[in-house]
T-cell receptor
Framework: AQKVTQAQTEISVVEKEDVTLDCVYETRDTTYYLFWYKQPPSGELVFLIRRNSFDEQNEISGRYSWNFQKSTSSFNFTITASQVVDSAVYFCAHESAGANSKLTFGKGITLSVRP | KAGVTQTPRYLIKTRGQQVTLSCSPISGHRSVSWYQQTPGQGLQFLFEYFSETQRNKGNFPGRFSGRQFSNSRSEMNVSTLELGDSALYLC????????????FGSGTQLSVL
């Protein structure tokens, strides 16, 4: 069975600091997808990124960057120059390819960015 | 384009009652999935519907059921409510389901007293 571990539960930083959110996953599948979602206080989860298991190229999108390493089964997320609006709960998730796939979430990391 | 709409936003019920939650997906989306979020268990997959058929189901008791209508709107029903059913229930939609990105609603906060 798949498992996603987000060892950090709460992180507090001061605005403009960089922050990295860790994610480690366990899977027996060779083809799978990894996701990051953000949940602001309003409740709805917002999609941030999806990577498939064959694409280890790291990605940068504005202040966000992702580091995917299959060798360590990690998919970490970094926010550069954090802002107060980044305060939210961040979830890492795994989904296998194929029929009957379902999204398995980590427990989430609560990020607080203080002004 | 309107987002995913869930109603009601808040619900208070007592043990033993049943409840029905509603979800309207983004127009054109045919897949609707449901998740339960609690402080202890986190986000857990309940089930997914695609074109009115349940395509996948999580590890929840039979008291949890759902359905999807021809317009892709979905309802989730919980019968014989227990205190442990208190949770935020989130609905998500996507065009085809599977490993696509999901669009979530704001959820229904259910409190069972």
């Amino acid at each position: 069975a798949q498992k996603v571990t987000q060892a950090q539960t709460e992180i507090s930083v001061v605005e403009k600091e960089d922050v990295t959110l860790d994610c480690v996953y366990e899977t027996r599948d060779t083809t799978y997808y990894l996701f990051w979602y953000k949940q602001p206080p309003s409740g709805e989860l917002v999609f941030l990124i999806r990577r498939n298991s064959f694409d280890e190229q790291n990605e940068i999108s504005g202040r966000y960057s992702w580091n995917f390493q299959k060798s360590t089964s990690s998919f970490n997320f970094t926010i550069t120059a954090s802002q107060v609006v980044d305060s939210a709960v961040y979830f890492c998730a795994h989904e296998s390819a194929g029929a009957n796939s379902k999204l398995t979430f980590g427990k989430g990391i609560t990020l607080s960015v203080r002004p | 384009k309107a987002g995913v709409t869930q109603t009601p936003r808040y619900l208070i019920k007592t043990r033993g009652q049943q409840v029905t939650l509603s979800c309207s997906p983004i127009s054109g989306h045919r897949s609707v999935s449901w998740y339960q979020q609690t402080p202890g268990q986190g986000l857990q997959f309940l089930f997914e519907y695609f074109s009115e058929t349940q395509r996948n189901k999580g590890n929840f008791p039979g008291r949890f059921s759902g359905r999807q209508f021809s317009n892709s709107r979905s309802e989730m029903n919980v019968s014989t409510l227990e205190l442990g059913d208190s949770a935020l229930y989130l609905c998500a939609s996507s065009a085809r389901g599977g490993v696509e990105k999901l669009f979530f609603g704001s959820g229904t906060q259910l409190s069972v007293l």
